[in-house]
Structures are given as structure tokens and as C-alpha cells.
């Protein structure tokens, strides 16, 4: 168990250099059940786009229901 924890560390160490590490606030938790009302979203795909659209950056997916949030700016993975 002890190299799979490495190889986590090692993981996160990797992403932290290359991405923007952005908090999960209660801004973003508001933001994101607003986002979730009436549709039928993941509560993770509801974090993931209030957290893409607050920072203005698109999220990259090929997940059609995407499409239904307006301000979302998305890359298709085709």
C-alpha cells in the first residue's frame, strides 16, 4: 500500500506544477447547485463547471449535457 501512496503524492506533485490548483469554496458550491437545479448533472460535473466558468476557462469533455449550461466554454473531445 505504501508505493500506491507514492505514486498518488507523486501524481498530485506532477498536477500542481502543470495546473491551477482552485479551491472548492462555498461560492462554488452555491454556484454549482444552481447549476444542478432542474437538470440532471453529476454533483462532480456541477462542481467542474461552476469551477471552469468563475475562472473563466473552458473544461475539455465529450459529455453532451455540457451543451445545457449557458456561459460554459467547452473543447470537444472528438
Known sequence: MG????VARLRCAI??????????????AVMS???RHG?????????IAATAIRE?????????????IQGLKVRWIE
Do not use: K, Q, T, Y
Not at 498536477?15 to 462554488?28: I, T
Open 56 to 68: 473563466d476557462c473552458p473544461i475539455i469533455s465529450d459529455d453532451p449535457h455540457f451543451n445545457e
Open 15 to 28: 498536477m500542481e506544477r502543470d495546473f491551477a490548483v482552485v479551491p472548492f469554496d462555498g461560492e462554488l
Open 33 to 35: 447547485a444552481e447549476l
Open 3 to 6: 508505493g500506491e501512496w507514492e
Open 39 to 47: 437538470h440532471d448533472f453529476s454533483l462532480a460535473d456541477g462542481a
